[in-house]
């Protein structure tokens, strides 16, 4: 049996002591932890900076990385500084070298980058190598040349690699979630499919416990022909149901997940309760591919990006407030016709349904919850005034004026003149800078898995 400790659900999410105590007392075999994800959109792969604090990512690796060298087990990050890139991987390099030097640690680190470059991307597009995960389009070489970073979710192999080269700490770049839990088990000859499985539910810890969080341990055991998952702290479980409900997490089919060279097949899954707060899992599969391929991400910078809080209890706006803001709108395009750059004006309504509400991108009804009717009955919005522009400064100009507009708009019945809005902040405007988007969210083709992620070792 192997025992895997899973810290916390990203790195920088942090982990009570006392969880970690119990975990390091169970005497675990690897200490795995994921650092990153896409959740938090295109922004930070773009800037080449991470969505956790330096502070915060600091204190779980100063705690972790020296109990994992004093007890002889590797210490596996995946998805350095969040996405993975070149950037993200030296930030999160520097964090080790400066707690090496700190604590006076002797150990070998394995950097494991995953950029991919533009030549090999545009070569496998033009053998028919890429395609897109849905909803994505077809991939062109416009996108590929305009992308500021490019990354590929790495599998088990080249981690597998840093492991046989005998590296205590090994630091990756963008990797598929589960790999860096699933490595060590695999490395040993356990079954990849329960290795993978496991995987899925330690990438976010306690996450599969009930009550769940994203900020506390959990143990995983793998043998011959199971897994187990057990929170460490007393005050959560592991239930049949949390576990089967996270193994969902992120699917879009309840019984296939799909990574890198071949997939997750769980249509024999079984979970069964063990004790009151552990789970045991059996019959998960993983069936290689044909062909392997690996995830790209890959964002463009699209201008830059501006917005206005308000808010309004003025029933008689709040009635009319999707007839208003197209007017608002037309009057900004009307004062600033003769710009020789597009912009993008968008009003996002919280507070009530409708299309333009926080569910507004998903398709359905007025309300975008499918079987769920349009409510406007709230008693306040808050309306977020979002200018994306060319420039910062033509953005900054365009949320000025619609901010100025909506605030002296003359709707029917009204009856206060002195502004239509309130603002809980000052200066109202807010300049958000740079603005990115996915133009690559591809798989490509790869014929040797370790091709595009070679193993560096550095000894401390």
């Known amino acids: 049996m192997l025992k895997i400790l899973s810290p916390t659900a990203i790195l920088g999410y942090g982990f009570p002591m006392t969880s970690w105590e119990e975990g390091m007392r169970r005497k675990p075999d690897v200490i795995a932890v994921d650092a990153g994800s896409t959740d938090p959109g295109p922004y930070y792969l773009g800037a080449g900076i991470s969505f956790t604090d330096r502070e915060a990512v600091k204190r779980d690796l100063a705690i972790m990385i020296p109990a994992g060298i004093e007890a002889g087990i590797p210490v596996i990050i995946g998805s350095a500084g969040g996405c993975g890139a070149a950037p993200h991987l030296q930030w999160n390099r520097e964090i080790i070298e400066e707690i090496a ?117 959990m143990l ?9 998952v057990e929170p460490l702290s007393s005050e959560r479980m592991c239930t049949t149901l949390s576990v089967a409900a996270h193994t969902l997490y992120e699917k879009t089919n309840p019984y296939v997940l799909p990574g890198p060279g071949g997939i997750l097949d769980l249509h024999q899954t079984v979970f069964t309760q063990e004790t009151e707060s552990a789970v045991r899992v059996t019959g998960s599969r993983f069936i290689p591919s044909e062909k392997y391929t690996v995830k790209l991400e890959g964002v463009k910078k699209v201008g830059c990006r501006t917005v206005s809080f308000a808010a309004t209890a003025d029933p008689v706006m709040i009635a009319q407030i999707d007839e208003i803001t197209p007017k608002v709108k037309a009057r900004v395009a009307d004062n600033f016709s003769g710009l020789m750059h597009e912009y993008a004006l968008d009003f996002k309504i919280y507070g009530r349904g409708g299309a333009s509400g926080v569910m507004g991108i998903f398709s359905g009804n007025d309300n975008g919850i499918p079987g769920q009717a349009r409510d406007d009955r709230g008693g306040e919005l808050v309306i977020i005034i979002d200018a994306v522009a060319p420039t910062q400064e033509l953005a900054n100009t365009i949320c000025s004026f619609a901010r100025s507009t909506l605030l002296h708009y003359g709707y029917p019945g009204r009856i206060s003149t002195a502004g239509n809005l309130a603002f809980p902040f000052s200066p109202s405007d807010i300049k958000m800078g740079d603005v990115y988007k996915f133009c690559i969210y591809h798989v490509m083709e790869v014929d040797d898995p370790c091709s595009h992620f070679p193993v560096n070792i550095i000894n401390f």
């Open 220 to 228: 995983g055991y793998i043998g011959e022909d199971y897994f187990r």
């Open 101 to 217: 030097v700190e604590e006076k640690l002797k150990f070998s680190l394995a950097v494991i980058p995953s950029d991919i470059s533009k030549t090999a991307i545009s070569k496998a597009l033009e053998n028919g190598e890429v395609t897109p995960l849905k909803p994505a389009p077809q991939l062109t070489q416009s996108d590929i040349d305009s992308a500021a970073h490019i990354v590929a979710q790495m599998g088990v192999e080249p981690i597998l690699k840093a492991l046989d080269a005998g590296a205590q700490v090994i630091l990756t770049g963008r990797a598929y979630d589960p790999v860096v839990f699933a490595a060590l088990a695999i490395h040993r000859g356990y079954n990849p499919g329960l290795a993978t499985h496991l995987g899925k539910i330690l990438e976010c810890a306690a996450i599969a416990a009930t009550p769940g969080s994203g900020s506390d341990c």
